[in-house]
DNA sequence: GCCCAGGAGCATA
DNA sequence: TATGCTCATGGG
């Protein structure tokens, strides 16, 4: 990328992100804080295999990564409610599950035939893992990329919000705010926009899976209310150092 | 009715 | 490598 944003103005980003809009919830489930079985954390201990020794829910995450894929967490956490209300609550129920009930009981996630089979696929590999924590992050990460259904997005949520390991997560949203704020990641060579892009989070900011997480879920709220598809430049605290309104207004 | 949502696989050039 | 097509429901 030819305009590649310095670490102190990801930094800045994060800060200004974080002191407007605050915190976000994101995985655990905070909807379900509370909720019979939670904890006030949204945590599930006990239930859903957990490779955090804290109980950090791995079926929920997982599941919701893949059912939340180009699709609105709304609709993804219904089609995770009905699996749990039809009994399909864990990876063994996945394993057994028929693949046209799994299908029509995530339905209203959308692609729920894709999504169903992807269900499938991410439950025989994280069934077949062995010992949790045995495994270097990076073999995980492979191993996860190989599963069908699983792109660089939904694999590095999973290592970020289930299993705890620090890989930035990024999307179209990060792609979008990022080439508007400093330029254009188009120009970002060498091996594809994804990686690019996830080195410099990596070197910029700290290592740290609470700020990681807090800061793709920042990004989402900010491209959802503000950096949308057709800018509303009118409701951005960004647009003093942002390229494409100052291009914009010029 | 149209657009978009916390993507990824696959074919093609 | 980049682009285009497909998968599909639900809410604004």
């Given at each position: 990328m030819e305009n590649l944003p310095t670490a102190q103005q990801l930094s800045a980003l994060y800060e200004t992100l974080f002191v407007h809009y605050g915190h976000q919830g994101w995985w655990p489930i905070m909807s379900r804080a509370g909720e019979e079985g939670y904890d006030e954390g949204g945590y599930h201990p006990g239930i859903y295999p957990s490779i955090r020794e804290d109980g950090g829910a791995l079926f929920d995450v997982a599941c919701g990564a893949v059912l939340t894929q180009n699709t609105s967490w709304k609709n993804a956490e219904s089609a995770l409610r009905e699996m749990r209300m039809r009994g399909i609550d864990s990876f063994p129920k996945i394993a057994e599950a028929d693949i046209g009930r799994l299908a029509d009981t995530v339905r209203s996630s959308g692609y729920y035939n894709q999504k169903a089979k992807k269900l499938k696929a991410l439950t025989g590999t994280l069934s077949g893992l062995g010992a949790p924590g045995k495994i270097d992050p990076?073999?995980?990460?492979?191993?996860?990329?190989?599963?069908?259904?699983?792109?660089?997005?939904?694999?590095?949520?999973?290592?970020?919000?289930?299993?705890?390991?620090?890989?930035?997560?990024?999307?179209?949203?990060?792609?979008?705010?990022?080439?508007?704020?400093?330029?254009?990641?188009?120009?970002?060579?060498?091996?594809?926009?994804?990686?690019?892009?996830?080195?410099?989070?990596?070197?910029?900011i700290r290592r740290d899976t609470v700020v990681y997480g807090e800061y793709h879920a920042l990004i989402v709220r900010h491209c959802k209310e503000a950096c949308t598809v057709r800018p509303r430049c009118d409701r951005c605290m960004l647009t003093p150092r942002c390229r494409y309104y100052l291009a914009s207004v010029r």
């Amino acid at each position: 990328m030819e305009n590649l944003p310095t670490a102190q103005q990801l930094s800045a980003l994060y800060e200004t992100l974080f002191v407007h809009y605050g915190h976000q919830g994101w995985w655990p489930i905070m909807s379900r804080a509370g909720e019979e079985g939670y904890d006030e954390g949204g945590y599930h201990p006990g239930i859903y295999p957990s490779i955090r020794e804290d109980g950090g829910a791995l079926f929920d995450v997982a599941c919701g990564a893949v059912l939340t894929q180009n699709t609105s967490w709304k609709n993804a956490e219904s089609a995770l409610r009905e699996m749990r209300m039809r009994g399909i609550d864990s990876f063994p129920k996945i394993a057994e599950a028929d693949i046209g009930r799994l299908a029509d009981t995530v339905r209203s996630s959308g692609y729920y035939n894709q999504k169903a089979k992807k269900l499938k696929a991410l439950t025989g590999t994280l069934s077949g893992l062995g010992a949790p924590g045995k495994i270097d992050p990076a073999s995980l990460r492979k191993r996860l990329l190989q599963v069908w259904g699983l792109g660089p997005e939904t694999v590095d949520s999973i290592l970020l919000y289930a299993f705890d390991i620090p890989y930035f997560v990024l999307d179209a949203y990060t792609q979008r705010l990022v080439g508007r704020l400093f330029g254009s990641p188009a120009l970002c060579r060498g091996g594809g926009w994804y990686p690019c892009l996830q080195d410099l989070f990596h070197r910029s900011i700290r290592r740290d899976t609470v700020v990681y997480g807090e800061y793709h879920a920042l990004i989402v709220r900010h491209c959802k209310e503000a950096c949308t598809v057709r800018p509303r430049c009118d409701r951005c605290m960004l647009t003093p150092r942002c390229r494409y309104y100052l291009a914009s207004v010029r």
